[in-house]
């Protein structure tokens, strides 16, 4: 069932990024003022990882210190994305199956943009009740 609005459409163009030598406390003061719940890892225009606000948590609850631990250390080398061509319904898709929130969204080889699932259900409310039904709340 294709909504007919392309990820394109409902992506922020400007995904906010983070290099991989970044300490986590810096990494949350990032967060914190771009109002983002995830960070792309870019390396020479290059995807890495991503970085997420469940990651920083996990970092303070290990006990970890937050000034001395690198966003390399603990980032998310294996990255899920999407094609801004893709059908909502699609990023939804690929997001319930892999379990995660968040997609970079690449053409060409290139970051064009992020969709989050908030993102999907600002532009698609009716989706909420799928959401709910699948239980996709739980997700990463």
């Known amino acids: ?6 990820i394109a459409d409902a992506m922020s163009q400007s995904p906010k990024n983070i290099s991989e030598d970044a300490s986590i406390l810096d990494c949350a003061k990032v967060m914190l003022e771009k109002r983002v719940g995830s960070l792309l890892v870019i390396n020479e225009e290059m995807l890495e990882g991503i ?3 469940k990651d920083v948590v ?4 290990k006990g970890l210190d937050p000034t001395n631990t690198t966003v390399g250390e603990i980032m998310s080398t294996r990255i899920h ?3 801004p061509d893709d059908d909502l ?3 939804m898709h690929h997001m319930y199956k892999n379990k995660v929130r968040r997609l970079p969204v690449i053409h ?3 970051i064009v943009g992020i969709i989050t699932m908030t993102d999907i259900l600002r532009i698609q409310p009716a989706l909420f009740e799928l ?7 739980k997700w990463k």
Request: net charge positive.
């Open 1 to 6: 069932m294709d909504t007919g609005v392309k």
């Open 51 to 53: 970085i997420t606000e």
């Open 58 to 61: 996990r970092v303070i609850a």
């Open 81 to 83: 994305s999407s094609k």
């Open 89 to 91: 319904t699609e990023a």
């Open 108 to 110: 060409k080889g290139k």
């Open 131 to 137: 959401v709910l039904a699948k239980g996709i709340g």
